[in-house]
Structure formats: C-alpha cells, structure tokens
C-alpha cells in the first residue's frame, strides 16, 4: 500500500489502511473499498476519531473493527468473542492429557449429551448463574449426573478465569444439588450361599467368591495379576485396574492399596494357582473359563453368569457392585474397625463408610 496526504491513512488497489499507536503497539486495520477521495477523507476523519477517543481513554477497539483479532486482544471483555464451544476445546486441549481414559469418555459423553446441546452457542459472557440453574431445574436427570454437568462446566470457565478471559467464575455462585443417598442393598449370608452355588464350579465362582471376599471393584479385580499377591504375608496390591479392556490407573490415589485378605480370599487364590496355566508374574489371575484368557470387560462374567445365577437362586437382580456393599456390611457386622474397611475398600478416609453403611455400624 502507498501512503496518501493523510497521515496514518494508506491506499491500495481495493482497500484502505488506518494506522495508529494503541497501548504501545502499532496497530493496522483495513477496510475493503476502492480508495477515492471521498473514502480516504472518511478514513482520516475515522483516524482523528479514534486518536481522540485513545487520548481521552475511551476508545473501544471492538466499536471500530469488531471482527479484528485485535478487538479481542485489547478487549477487557475477551469472553464476548468465544462460544462455550470453543471453551470446551480450550479446556480439552490444556487438560486431556491428565485425564484417565475412562474420565476423557466420561467427560465426552457429558459435553456432546448435555453441554454443547444446549450451550454450545452461546457466548462465554452471556453465560450466567441464572443460564446452568434454569437448566438444572428442568434436566430430566438424577443429581448425579446434574452435578457432574456442573463440575465440568466449572471446570472450563476455570480455565477462562485462570487465562483472564473472563472475570469471575459464574458455576462458583451455583449450588450442587442436593443428592438423595440411594439405600445399598447388600446381599444377606443365605443370598451370597446362594448365588455362589448357583455359578459354574470353575473360574467363574472363583471370580465371584473373591468379589465378596475383598469388595474390590470389578475393574481392579480384573487387573491383578500374580505379582500383586503376597501369599506369605497374606495380602495384595491394588496398582492397576482393567475399564473398557484397556489398562488404567487405579479410580483416586486412594485406590492405590495395600489389601489384607479374608481368609476365605486367600484360599480362592491358592486353588487358582493350583489350576492356572500361566502363573508367571505379570499373568493375570482371573481368566475366562472358555478361552483361558483374561477377561477383558466386566460385561462379559455379568451377563454370561452373574445373571443366570441370580435367577436361578432366585434372587432379586442385583449388580456385581453388590459385591463390594456386601463386603463392607459383612465387616461391619463382625465389628472391625471402620477406618480398616474403608483402607481396605480404597476409600481416602472412613466418611464412605459412616455415609453409606452407617446401620451396619455398632
């Protein structure tokens, strides 16, 4: 572009160039029109304008070139050019890597259902308190999952707020809501007799039968492996976990554990070995009787055995999960520590226990 006898103001062959100094930074900004005398003394007088406004300091970079990149870059409020949309990519890109595999497709499966549906669009500054809590007042969803929307959410304006885009927070002023603790239901001595004898007497009631004797959860029951067990000091270690057939971490750091065995888990142990066909180290425990191979989903035992048992002991169906609940019931009956179980089961501390299975406290 060839400057012109206004100062600041240059031409080409189909456009116009206003230059000024802004904050330090010079600035350059262009305007699609065929220069002509006329248009180049409305590009002067435009100049003139925003010189006075940045001298009298109240010039709006956004009120002259809104959809100049540098309208967000002076801008004091950066929220009014980004969508929730594009918040989401901005907390996934930072973020991700951090996560377990299981909580990415967690987090996906919460922002394509219930997120960007109904506040992709929107834009970052629009968004307020009164926007999420008229949404949660009518999501036909259980407080969990509202809540775990809120978390997230919270968690990508966190990052707008941490790289001063927005000024505050807005999931901060919005309540979680209330959760109903659901009842657990575990199953009763008689029921766990029951099921047991009514699963196949192979790996699969060797499964089952060390479910209930650990509680552990059904992914890190898949996960062991023969160097996790130390027989002479009767216990295990809870270091991996098996979710949607990929190796993970444990669910919390708590779930890192030290597990003290049941004697009636030991002895499941011990028989296993006996008939195991590769107990090396790093071999998998539990394996699938039909192919000798580790299981790779928690569906597969569940909807091939664990069904069919609990009809045919006739017992009210139950997930596998129960498992665990009736593990911590039966300790608390026999009176052991409550700070013991909830170290046993993984918890941080014994809250989870008093919250869930407070009747089966002394």
């Not at 230059?19 to 006329?38: G, L």
């Not at 219930?114 to 008229?134: E, Q, R, T, W």
């Not at 065995?261 to 030991?266: G, M």
Request: charged residues 25%; glycine residues 4%; hydrophobic residues 35%.
């Amino acid at each position: 572009m060839k400057p012109t006898e206004f100062k600041g103001i240059y031409a080409g062959e189909k456009s116009i160039r206003i230059e000024f100094m802004f904050q330090c930074v010079r600035c350059r900004e262009t305007i699609r029109a065929t220069p002509n005398k006329t248009r180049l003394q409305e590009a002067a007088r435009k100049r003139e304008q925003i010189q006075y406004e940045i001298d009298m300091g109240q010039f709006d970079y956004a009120r002259h070139f809104p959809s100049s990149p540098n309208a967000r870059k002076f801008s004091t409020n950066k929220g009014q050019y980004i969508t929730i949309k594009q918040a989401v990519d901005i907390w996934f890109r930072h973020r991700s890597k951090a996560w377990a595999k299981s909580t990415y497709r967690g987090y996906v499966s919460k922002v394509n259902t219930h997120i960007l549906p109904n506040f992709g669009n929107m834009i970052v500054s629009d968004f307020k308190p009164s926007v999420y809590k008229a949404w949660a007042a009518t999501a036909d969803l259980s407080p969990k999952s509202i809540n775990e929307v809120r978390s997230i959410l919270h968690g990508i304006f966190k990052e707008l707020f941490n790289d001063e885009i927005i000024p505050s927070n807005p999931i901060e002023k919005c309540e979680p809501t209330p959760r109903r603790t659901k009842e657990v239901r575990p199953f009763n001595s008689e029921e766990r007799a029951k099921i047991l004898a009514a699963l196949p007497d192979n790996s699969v009631r060797d499964f089952y039968t060390f479910a209930f004797w650990t509680g552990l959860r059904t992914g890190e029951q898949l996960g062991l492996c023969w160097q996790d067990v130390d027989f002479d000091k009767n216990r295990i270690y809870i270091r991996q976990s098996i979710v949607n057939g990929q190796h993970a971490g444990t669910k919390t750091v708590s779930s890192s554990r030290t597990h003290q065995l049941d004697p009636r888990a030991l002895s499941v142990l011990q028989h296993i070995r006996q008939y195991h066909p590769r107990p090396a180290a790093q071999e998998r425990i539990f394996l699938d009787p039909r192919t000798l191979l580790p299981w790779s989903y928690d569906g597969v035992p569940r909807e091939r055995y664990w069904k069919p048992a609990l009809t045919a002991a006739k017992i009210d169906y139950r997930c596998p999960y129960t498992c665990r609940h009736t593990y911590a019931s039966t300790m608390l009956t026999a009176k052991e520590d409550p700070s013991w179980i909830a170290k046993q089961m993984g918890h941080k501390d014994w809250g989870m226990i008093r919250s869930i299975y407070a009747r089966w406290m002394d």
